[in-house]
């Protein structure tokens, strides 16, 4: 938007004419002070500003516009009928102004030089577009390497944990075997196997890490019983622990299109968090229930929880809750694998969570999908 400032109204009225017609957006000002305030409310491309003006002239009220932080890319093009000398023009330049034409105002030259500056105006903005989207990127690789630095870091120290564990179970194990201690042998042995399964669980997260990234992950869908699947998982986890309750609430009672695997490993992540997450309780709620043709699944337990910005953030790759990250285990993969699981069934995964007492993970998919290959 252009704004004419010129105290002479059938001057402001004339020129506004020509330019609207010319396709541009025009405001004016009666004077210097109604000027000043309008810039410090709108934003203008450029300003013709009129020299010759009572109480303040046109290169006070320049002087004072460079001042102004928003209009610091703003032209002032000067207008004079009385003041052509060089003295005048160059006091012009120096107040601020970038060009100075004196009257009677040729308009096709004023013309030109509007567009001139339009087109100036258009290339800073789009460069400074560009500049900002560059930074932006810059940024944003600075952090991916970050985090990938210390992703690297984390995962070195979980794999070697378990690993440790083994080598020192095995060192063990020689030592029962040299006593002929078979009981010995045995707690030794489960021991051992329990830290092989916590290793082969962290290799295959970065296996399942690598192939999403690489677009490989593949999955094997077909129909399959959703409460069995459910059944056969509580099984298994009350297996691994004893002390530890889930309580089923709902069933499907119906055949559901994915890839059972794969959506087992989720449920398995949410149960495993709850467990993980939640000392000093000992039970965990797995809710289900069928509406319209969609599944909801939730995990609901009564843990530590998260403060709402944690929340927003549990589903991105490499996220670890902070004050939590040096009290448990993990790469802080499971839940964005678990999250890209869910999306390529086609459907939604989400957490409600208040801080000190608890948080629900679930998920939904519709239970109608085509047999499509994915």
Same mark, same amino acid.
């Given at each position: ?61 320049? %002087?004072? @516009?460079?001042?102004?932080?928003? &209009? ?5 093009? $000067?207008? =004079?009928? !009385?003041?052509? #000398? ?49 930074? %932006?990127? @810059?940024?944003?690789?600075?952090? &991916? ?5 210390? $992703?690297? =870091?984390? !995962?070195?120290? #979980? ?64 129909? $399959? ?150």
């Amino acid at each position: 938007m252009i704004l004419l400032v010129d105290d002479t109204p059938e001057n402001l009225i004339s020129l506004k004419n020509v330019l609207e017609k010319h396709g541009f957006e025009v405001d004016t000002a009666n004077s210097g002070e109604e000027a000043l305030k309008k810039v410090l409310k709108n934003s203008y491309v450029l300003i013709i500003l009129d020299v010759q003006m009572p109480e303040m002239d046109g290169f006070e009220v320049a %002087e004072v @516009i460079s001042g102004y932080s928003k &209009a610091k890319e703003t032209a002032i093009i $000067f207008l =004079s009928a !009385a003041n052509t #000398e060089f003295r005048f023009i160059a006091k012009g330049y120096s107040s601020g102004g970038l060009d100075y034409i004196t009257k009677p105002v040729d308009i096709n030259i004023l013309l030109l030089k509007i567009k001139t500056f339009y087109r100036i105006y258009e290339q800073n903005r789009k460069l400074g577009e560009v500049q900002k989207a560059l930074l %932006e990127e @810059i940024e944003f690789r600075k952090q &991916a390497e970050l985090k990938k630095d210390e $992703f690297i =870091s984390i !995962a070195s120290h #979980e794999l070697k944990t378990p690993l440790t564990s083994v080598k020192g179970y095995i060192q063990l194990l020689e030592r029962g075997l040299a006593k002929g201690d078979i009981d010995l042998v045995k707690s030794h042995l489960s021991k051992a196997q329990i830290q092989l399964e916590k290793l082969n669980g962290l290799i295959a997260d970065l296996l399942d890490i690598s192939k999403i990234e690489s677009g490989k992950l593949k999955f094997n869908k077909q129909y $399959f019983d959703m409460d069995t699947l459910l059944d056969n998982i509580i099984e298994v986890m009350h297996q691994s622990n004893p002390d530890f309750k889930i309580t089923k609430n709902g069933t499907v009672n119906a055949k559901v299109f994915g890839d059972e695997m794969r959506i087992e490993q989720v449920i398995v992540n949410f149960l495993t968090n709850a467990i993980k997450y939640s000392p000093g309780t000992n039970e965990a709620l797995l809710n289900v229930h069928l509406q319209n043709n969609e599944l909801y699944i939730g995990v609901k337990d009564f843990g530590i929880g998260m403060q709402p910005d944690q929340v927003k953030r549990v589903f991105e790759k490499f996220y670890r809750v902070e004050e939590t990250s040096h009290r448990f285990q993990g790469l802080g993969i499971g839940l964005y694998i678990s999250s890209e699981i869910i999306k390529r069934h086609g459907g939604h995964i989400h957490v409600n969570s208040v801080y000190g007492e608890g948080s629900e993970f679930y998920f939904t998919i519709p239970i109608d999908q085509l047999m499509t290959d994915v």
